[in-house]
């Protein structure tokens, strides 16, 4: 229970800063911009706030991340498309995978 326990904890970390880290970016740089606005509605609907940016950083990491990722390519910068791929690659595949299989040993 303590090793599950710990990893699950270090997986929210993750998500946690980085999506301050996002949400930060975006609301300095894009969402405050002279951006059109559909597209900054958009933006915002994922990492407008806080709470919508972790919700969104669970979603890119444990569910259907293409929609996320195209959206801040598209609308942002293309860059993101890079980070929604290493973020996909490393947290979502060998971060999970360390969890999945830390809870398969301890069942």
Not at 6 to 30: E, H, K, M, R
Not at 54 to 67: D, K, V
Request: glycine share 8%.
């Amino acid at each position: 229970f303590g090793i599950l326990f710990w990893s699950c904890i270090l997986f929210f970390v993750f998500q946690v800063l980085l999506g301050l880290l996002l949400t930060s970016i975006l609301a300095d740089g894009y969402l405050s911009s002279s951006a059109p606005l559909e597209d900054r509605h958009a933006v915002y609907a994922y990492f407008g706030t806080f709470s919508r940016s972790i919700y969104s950083m669970f979603e890119i990491t444990l569910a259907n991340w293409p929609p996320v990722s195209r959206l801040l390519a598209e609308n942002v910068s293309e860059w993101y498309m890079v980070l929604g791929m290493l973020h996909k690659l490393t947290i979502g595949f060998a971060v999970v995978g360390v969890v999945n299989g830390v809870f398969m040993q301890e069942t």
